[in-house]
């Protein structure tokens, strides 16, 4: 639960270009980061966190300009990146650029007057999208449809829980998937209960030793946790067909 509330408040940072709590909710994530050994963003999420809480103070002008606003639409921002994929996918259009790197001239012609292109295209479809009507400012979860819609599916969740009972109000010391019932492994009930704590340790080692004291590398090896999780602890199955090979094969060597 305290991951995904840290996804939520990351996302709400972005939709609504809130600095500081960008910075707050990445900062709650990267303990994530190391406890589940994704080594890649455990080493570089710090050393963006520490250049964008210098932002304000060595580029006061930049600080908090890290999204974009492609509507008038409340909490509608998105990241920097996000926009240039989206650019990225509107200059390389339907056919996308299969086959220009192999002509120099096509290519060069497609980088200089692809953008141009793709302008006017866009310029052109929201003079028409948006022609007699005023611009729209409302979140997309804000019309009357979308409203009804998750009304019912409240509705039905509270009638389903009525019926069937509420599963959060379970006694047994189990953890417990809710759709599958399965019944987790106690190394996995530790690994819930102490993921966090696990990464947030390593998490201030790794700022102390790398950023702070600087006595190890920024590239040094971050050791992994291999911590059980629930796509850990279930064993496959083993097919029908490979069962009746095990039996021939233990019967020709108990006959031969």
Partial sequence: MLMELCLLAYVRSLREADFSAYLDALTELTPWFFAL??????????????DMAELPTKHPANAGNFTVRKSKRVI?????????????ACIKGDGGAVGLTDNPNALRRWMVAGPE??????????????????????????????????KKDVNSLVSMIEELG????????????????????????????????????????????CIVERTKPIADTLRRNK???FSSSSKKATSKGKQQLTLIKSDVELFS
């Fill in 37 to 50: 050994d994704h080594t890649n963003y455990a080493r570089c999420i710090p050393i963006h966190l520490r």
């Fill in 227 to 229: 911590l059980k999780l």
């Fill in 166 to 209: 509420n599963p959060f109000e379970e006694e047994s010391n189990d953890l417990i998937v809710l759709d599958t019932k399965e019944v987790a492994d106690q190394e996995v009930v530790e690994t819930i209960r102490n993921a966090y704590k696990i990464g947030q340790e390593q998490f201030r080692a790794f700022i102390k030793k």
């Fill in 117 to 150: 292109v793709a302008r006017l295209i866009s310029d052109f479809e929201d003079v028409q999208d948006n022609m007699g009507r005023q611009a729209e400012t409302r979140h997309h979860d804000q019309t009357a449809s979308v409203q009804a819609a998750f």
């Fill in 76 to 88: 509608s921002s998105i990241p920097i990146d996000q926009a240039h994929e989206q650019n990225n």
